[in-house]
């Protein structure tokens, strides 16, 4: 078995010798283990010490902002443009779905009532 921080490190590494420096790694660990679980400590020092940069996203990254939106549109389209229900439904208070609807600009958005 491997611990979390482990298989993070084993994750994050880039393997340059590929899966032969792998199983040459875990080979040596496994033997240098004193328990069931390998720690950090049995991995080899190259290991311990480099760990390569995380590659750039592929993809544009989506802002809380937007993310936010989109769960509000969900919320009251799921409700039928009730937007009390839509409010509970997100975990949030009605003053703070009104604020969110002002701010995002979906106050008169076609469905979205403002009653119940």
């Not at 010798?17 to 080979?27: A, H, I, M, P």
Request: glycine letters at 8%.
């Amino acid at each position: 078995r491997l611990s979390e921080e482990v298989m993070g490190r084993l994750m994050a590494y880039d393997w340059p010798g590929n899966v032969r420096e792998l199983e040459n790694c875990l080979q040596r660990a496994v033997v240098l283990s004193a328990g069931p679980e390998i720690q950090m400590q049995d991995l080899p020092s190259n290991l311990l010490y480099h760990v390569a940069p995380s590659p750039p996203p592929t993809r544009e990254l989506t802002t809380l902002q937007v993310l936010e939106r989109r769960a509000i549109v969900q919320a009251l389209e799921a409700t039928a443009g009730d937007r009390l229900r839509a409010a509970k439904l997100l975990g949030i208070g009605k003053t703070t779905i009104y604020r969110k609807l002002r701010q995002y600009g979906l106050e008169g958005e076609d469905g979205f009532s403002s009653a119940t």
